[in-house]
């Protein structure tokens, strides 16, 4: 069974930083893509970014590139976000996801290119 957890989420002031985290088990997580996702309550899951399996490509929303980075760490089963000059707009739950090959498509963006999820953490930004 596969699971997925986001932790990191937290409060912070216009202009902060965050990292967040998701660590990934039952799968093959050096064969697999991963993604960020976020949701604001009454609206659709916004794709965030997508890293491929070996963390050699990787893709963004038009919102956060220059600002959001995604990582990975294959010897940890672990995916990072970190999130940088953050904007009241980037307050949203963030969901990390587990693909389904071990490359993004080219619409990484979607919810249903994605196979497992995790609980969400919550990120506020304040201004």
């Known amino acids: 069974q596969v699971q997925v957890a986001e932790s990191g989420g937290d409060s912070v002031e216009a202009g902060g930083s965050l990292r967040l985290s998701c660590t990934a088990s039952g799968l093959r997580f050096d064969d697999t893509y991963m993604g960020w996702f976020r949701q604001i309550p009454g609206a659709e899951r916004e794709g965030v970014a997508c890293?491929?399996?070996?963390?050699?490509?990787?893709y963004y929303a038009d919102s956060v590139t220059g600002r959001f980075t995604i990582s990975r760490d294959n010897n940890k089963n672990t995916v990072y976000l970190q999130l940088n000059s953050l904007k009241p707009d980037d307050t949203a739950m963030y969901y990390c996801a587990a693909g389904r090959s071990p490359y993004c498509s080219g619409v990484w963006y979607t919810t249903r290119n994605f196979a497992s999820w995790g609980q969400g953490t919550q990120v506020t930004v304040s201004s």
């Open positions: 890293i491929n399996y070996n963390g050699g490509k990787t």
